[in-house]
C-alpha cells in the first residue's frame, strides 16, 4: 500500500489560516486588570448611592400630607406623627410612625405611612366610627379619657370591635346608647364573670347584626347578662334578642315578625325558632 505523497505532508504542515493568537501571558493579565476596574466601578457606584439617599440634600423629607381624616384633622395627625422633616427620605421608619399614630390618636383605626420620592412623606388615615355610646364612667363607658388628657367628655365612643376610643361632650346622632344594667342577682354573676369588657362586645355584635331598618330606628341596646341582650325601638318599642349567638338567623326572623305583626310593641327573637309578639 502506497504512503503519503510529499504533497500530502506539505498540506499537513501548512499553517492555518485567521488572525494570530495573543499570547497567553498577556490573556492572565487583562482578566485581573478587567476585575479589578469593575470591582472599582461597583465601589463608586455603591458609595455614590449610598451618598444620594443619606448625605445629599435632593432626598429629604420636605412635606408631610395627610388623607382620610374625618374628626381629626390633618394638623392633628401631623403633629401626632411627629415625622423628621429634614432627614433622609430613606431613613425614615414608617412602622415606627404608624405605631406612634395609634398610640396618641386611638381614634385611628388604622394607618399607612407611605414614603413618596423625592421629597414627601403620606399619612393615610381610617379612622373608628361609633357603633355605641355609653356615658363616660358608666353602663360599660370607662372613666377617664381613652385619647389621654384630663379633658374626659361625657359619652364614651364604642366602635364595631367594642374599643372605647374617644369620649365626647355631645352623644353623635343616631348612634344607640349602650346600658349595662345587672340589676338582677344571675345578672350580676354573669358580669363577674364575664366581665363588663365582654359584655359591652356582646352589645356591639347585637348592634351589628339588626337589620338595617332595625338598626336605623334602635335608640339602646341593653345587656343584663351575656344571653340576656335587648334593644329598645323608637316609640317604645322593644327587642328580646337573648345572646350574641345566631346574629344571622335572629335579624331574618325579626324583619318577617315585624312584617307579621306590624303594630307589635313587643318582640322576642331570643329563641329564633320560636318567635313572639305581643302588646299590639
Not at 500530502?8 to 501548512?14: I, N, S
Not at 445629599?56 to 406623627?81: F, K, M, Y
Not at 344594667?181 to 354573676?189: E, F, H, L, N
Request: proline residues 8%.
Amino acid at each position: 500500500m502506497a504512503g503519503p505523497t510529499t504533497a500530502d505532508r506539505g498540506e499537513r504542515h501548512k499553517p492555518k489560516s485567521g488572525p494570530p493568537r495573543p499570547p497567553r501571558g498577556r490573556l492572565r493579565l487583562r482578566r485581573p486588570r478587567l476585575l479589578v476596574v469593575t470591582g472599582v466601578a461597583l465601589l463608586l457606584l455603591g458609595a455614590g448611592t449610598v451618598w444620594l439617599l443619606y448625605g445629599s440634600q435632593w432626598l429629604r423629607v420636605e412635606r408631610v400630607t395627610t388623607s382620610g381624616t374625618g374628626i381629626l384633622t390633618p394638623a392633628q395627625v401631623r403633629a401626632a406623627a411627629a415625622v423628621p422633616v429634614g432627614a433622609p427620605l430613606i431613613s425614615v421608619d414608617t412602622g415606627v410612625i404608624e405605631d406612634r399614630l395609634r398610640r396618641k390618636l386611638p381614634r385611628i383605626d388604622s394607618v399607612e405611612v407611605t414614603r413618596s420620592w423625592p421629597h414627601t412623606i403620606g399619612l393615610k388615615v381610617t379612622e373608628r366610627r361609633p357603633v355605641l355610646i355609653a356615658e363616660n364612667g358608666k353602663n360599660g363607658g370607662k372613666g377617664g379619657n381613652p385619647e389621654g388628657g384630663t379633658n374626659a367628655g361625657k359619652f364614651v365612643e364604642i366602635d364595631a370591635k367594642g374599643v372605647r376610643f374617644a369620649t365626647v361632650q355631645k352623644a353623635p346622632r343616631g348612634v344607640p346608647r349602650l346600658e349595662l344594667t345587672p340589676d338582677r342577682s344571675g345578672a350580676a354573676a354573669s358580669l363577674r364573670r364575664f366581665g363588663p369588657d365582654r359584655l359591652v362586645r356582646e352589645a356591639v355584635r347585637v348592634a351589628g347584626d339588626l337589620p338595617p331598618a332595625v338598626a336605623r330606628d334602635t335608640r339602646a341596646v341593653r345587656v343584663r347578662s351575656y344571653d340576656d341582650v335587648s334593644v329598645e325601638l323608637s316609640g317604645g318599642r322593644t327587642v328580646a334578642w337573648g345572646s350574641g349567638e345566631k346574629g344571622d338567623t335572629k335579624a331574618t326572623t325579626l324583619t318577617a315578625l315585624m312584617k307579621a305583626a306590624p303594630k307589635a310593641r313587643h318582640f322576642d327573637v331570643s329563641v329564633p325558632t320560636a318567635p313572639a309578639s305581643s302588646g299590639s
